[in-house]
T-cell receptor, first 113, second 111 residues
Framework: AQSVSQHNHHVILSEAASLELGCNYSYGGTVNLFWYVQYPGQHLQLLLKYFSGDPLVKGIKGFEAEFIKSKFSFNLRKPSVQWSDTAEYFC???????????FGSGTKLNVKP | DVKVTQSSRYLVKRTGEKVFLECVQDMDHENMFWYRQDPGLGLRLIYFSYDVKMKEKGDIPEGYSVSREKKERFSLILESASTNQTSMYLCATNRGSYEQYFGPGTRLTVT
């Protein structure tokens, strides 16, 4: 079975600190990769996605992620976090031509003002 | 903008009751999904549907069934609710293998 690992379950940062959240997946074939964010009390929304091309993708609100195929990784980064980035972040993988998505267990980010 | 709505934000049911959760989308997407979200476990797929009247089991289908009679509507049914089905239920929709769009969720408590 495919799996998606998010190793950081809970991250606490001060405002202006840099952020990197790890995501690794287990599938060796073609993948589409996603990061979703869930702000407190809100629904999950897309932060960014990778289908092909430039492995460094930029998303909303200053987030970016880098796809490293050799490491099966798709880590999320932001150079300087804000208090409003406090949320839960989910990595997701869509495998090949199938309509199934595999989600990581999520990382709760708490940004202290 | 894609709109995905779910019938209830909060629901409290008793053990043994039959529970219906409904999801409606307005973007003509062929795929619809039901997940449950539990702390520390992320999102786990219960069922998905790729067309009207078509369904596929996800990773945790036990105790659940689904119905898709119209393209825009996907229902999740708990035949006999149990306390271990207390959870947040999320509906999602998409086209092909593109990103999913999520509803606001239904927080179900079974007492």
């Amino acid at each position: 079975a495919q799996s998606v690992s998010q190793h950081n379950h809970h991250v606490i940062l001060s405002e202006a600190a840099s952020l990197e959240l790890g995501c690794n997946y287990s599938y060796g074939g073609t993948v589409n990769l996603f990061w979703y964010v869930q702000y407190p009390g809100q629904h999950l929304q897309l932060l960014l996605k990778y289908f092909s091309g430039d492995p460094l993708v930029k998303g909303i609100k200053g987030f970016e992620a880098e796809f490293i195929k050799s490491k099966f990784s798709f880590n999320l980064r932001k150079p300087s976090v804000q208090w409003s980035d406090t949320a839960e972040y989910f990595c997701a993988v869509n495998v090949g031509n199938f309509n199934k998505f595999y989600f990581g267990s999520g990382t709760k980010l708490n940004v202290k003002p | 903008d894609v709109k995905v709505t779910q019938s209830s934000r909060y629901l409290v049911k008793r053990t043994g009751e039959k529970v219906f959760l409904e999801c409606v989308q307005d973007m003509d997407h062929e795929n619809m999904f039901w997940y449950r979200q539990d702390p520390g476990l992320g999102l786990r797929l219960i069922y998905f549907s790729y067309d009207v009247k078509m369904k596929e089991k996800g990773d945790i289908p036990e105790g659940y069934s689904v119905s898709r009679e119209k393209k825009e509507r996907f229902s999740l049914i708990l035949e006999s609710a149990s306390t271990n089905q207390t959870s947040m239920y999320l509906c999602a929709t998409n086209r092909g293998s593109y990103e999913q769009y999520f509803g606001p969720g239904t927080r179900l408590t079974v007492t």
